[in-house]
């Protein structure tokens, strides 16, 4: 095609977006080589860089590294707007990074984010909008100076991040934020943050400001999994349900939950006096709740902490399921009588429907049966 056509060849020589991918095995010299004349050209021409992607696989030498650190150099220079790196024990030049002026979208897997001291002048007026960190390796005091010098980000993702015991994040300008860290407690101030999309094994304590009205519109997903560590108890719902009625409203709550120590519905309810937590959707695992259902105030502090308007059930032991729903029905049929829990919100109608959203009116053994076998039944719960 370059033989036959010059405005061809001049495209080809000038393409904006450069994604290399290079193992790196013995002969690593003659396997960069094709990315550092490439970068050596767009050097020299000064052709303008929209997008450098860079994954090295099996990359473990220093000159190697130093290599990088030239092309990585190049990009910026040229104005890279959208910066992903993909390689292991490669300590990304931060610094230099959160200098340029035109990146908007950084992109991390695996590598290594060098400590940073808060005296070193980290810049404060780049313009990063997106990050995304999977598999890296950084401390607290990078992470909040990485957020502190990006007023203008909008969306961080991180993900099995190591290196740090505590999570912490402030920002005022996140809207959009997505986390999956187990064993890690985590601390949420985010203002203006709009939609958080959370796994992990600890609930996060989450401050963002309730008189926003982006809230409305806000979408909140949560996926626990409680370590083997950390046991359900009165503690853990407390902050369950302060975690869900920060903002007004919540769309989704997973939960995977096993082992639960005896509850105290008094002191859950008066940890959050006059407030109530909202969930769209409840997505329960009860694969491991054989044991949980025999507690008899599990069923109660669940509800009362989530309020949930949809509940969908994972299960094979039928005994485990038709418990469960038998608990509900009593729940319902004590609403309407003189018996309650005191609560300001109390469980009026429950309704079950099938996959094709046809009414079911079974008994909770039959439902049980057919949840066990994959049918997805899902319950309907007016409060
Ligand atoms: C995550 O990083 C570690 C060490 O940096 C590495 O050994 C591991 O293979 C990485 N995992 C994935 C899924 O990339
Ligand atoms: C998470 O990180 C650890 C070490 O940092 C690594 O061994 C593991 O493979 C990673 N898991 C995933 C799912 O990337
Ligand atoms: C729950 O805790 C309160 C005090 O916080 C106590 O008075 C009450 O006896 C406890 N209830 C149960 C069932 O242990
Ligand atoms: C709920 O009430 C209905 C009748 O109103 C009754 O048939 C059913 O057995 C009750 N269920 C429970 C679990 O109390």
Known sequence: MSILSKTWLQAWLTLPKLEFTVLCWEDWEDRTKIVDTIMERYEKGKIPIQKFELSLFFADSPELFHLVDKWLLIA?????????LHFTSYRVPVLTILAAKSLSEL?????????VSLSSGVVNYNSLRK?????????????QTLLNSCPLIVSFILENCSGMKVLKIKSDS???????????ICDIDASNLVSLDYTGSEIPELNIARESSQLKNSKIILHCLPSFSSL?????????GKFLSNPSSCSEVSLCLFECDEINMTDLQMDNIG????????????????????CPTFVDALL????????????????????LIDCLMYMK????????????????????????????QLRSEELAKRITEGQQPYFILDW
């Open 275 to 294: 407030s109530t937590g909202w969930v769209d959707v409840l997505n329960l695992n009860m694969l491991l709740m054989n044991q949980i259902i025999e």
């Open 232 to 240: 359900i108890n009165t503690a853990w719902f407390c902050k369950l």
């Open 304 to 323: 009362w902490s989530c309020h949930p308007r949809r509940l969908d059930l994972i299960s094979f032991a039928i005994e485990t399921v038709t418990r």
């Open 76 to 84: 910026l220079q040229n104005g890279v707007k959208e910066l992903v």
């Open 174 to 184: 996140l809207k959009v934020l997505k986390i999956i860290q187990y064993y890690k």
């Open 333 to 360: 049929n004590s609403s309407h009588s003189t018996y309650s829990h005191g609560w300001n919100n109390q469980l009026k109608e429950i309704k079950a429907f099938d996959g094709k959203n046809q009414l079911l």
């Open 107 to 115: 992109v991390l897997h695996d590598c290594i984010l060098m400590p």
């Open 131 to 143: 990050i995304s960190l999977s598999n890296v390796t950084l401390d607290e005091n990078m992470l």
